[in-house]
T-cell receptor, first 114, second 112 residues
């Protein structure tokens, strides 16, 4: 069974631009979550989607948004990029969420904002 | 709010030494507890989990026991290998969502 895939793997953008990251979950998984990993803040939860609905949201500004499609694939978008948005963005998927399910992580998208 | 506290790293050990990485948590309700590992340049991999008090998770020689009375989930391994060098994250989830709250991570360096 294929794992979680994320595209692109690496991305370089400049301040003020916007970016869209994509995540394809493991087949059969309907819950997708996004995390931001930085050296200073560690791993922080961005949002969680289940059956195309945002079920939970972390403490990030409105420039960070996401969505989930009917095939469970998910995208996250960051508008008006800032230098501090440079990070590894990790996507995770899990079986239909009842809570406490094991999250399976993708390799991440490394975003560099110049 | 819910939180996870891990011991500061790096932890530096010689091969075959005993490993303990401390993890304590604060949570409302009854969380599920996880240890994830991140090897250099890679994403996170689940190492082990426990979903209720006194459960013991184990995998690849690593173990952790869910201790409700001390709100702890310490990671242990009897004999570490150079290949265990990585960053280890303790995490919890609560309620009916899969949102994970992570500790800050502990870097383990094992030397031959």
């Amino acid at each position: 069974k294929a794992g979680v895939t994320q595209t692109p793997r690496y991305l370089i953008k400049t301040r003020g631009q916007q970016v869209t990251l994509s995540c394809s979950p493991i087949s059969g998984h309907r819950s997708v979550s996004w995390y931001q990993q930085t050296p200073g803040q560690g791993l922080q939860f961005l949002f969680e989607y289940f059956s195309e609905t945002q079920r939970n949201k972390g403490n990030f500004p409105g420039r960070f948004s996401g969505r989930q499609f009917s095939n469970s694939r998910s995208e996250m978008n960051v508008s008006t990029l800032e230098l501090g948005d440079s990070a590894l963005y990790l996507c995770a998927s899990s079986l239909p969420g009842t809570g406490g399910e094991t999250q399976y992580f993708g390799p991440g998208t490394r975003l560099l904002v110049l | 709010g819910d939180s996870v506290t891990q011991m500061e790293g790096p932890v530096t050990l010689s091969e075959e030494a005993f490993l303990t990485i401390n993890c304590t948590y604060t949570a409302t309700g009854y969380p599920s507890l996880f240890w994830y590992v991140q090897y250099p340049g890679e994403g996170l991999q689940l190492l082990l989990k426990a979903t209720k008090a006194d459960d013991k998770g184990s995998n690849k020689g690593f173990e952790a026991t869910y201790r409700k009375e001390t709100t702890s989930f310490h990671l242990e391994k009897g004999s570490v290998q150079v290949s265990d060098s990585a960053v280890y994250f303790c995490a919890l989830s609560t309620g009916n969502t899969d949102k994970l709250i992570f500790g800050t991570g502990t870097r383990l360096q094992v030397f031959p």
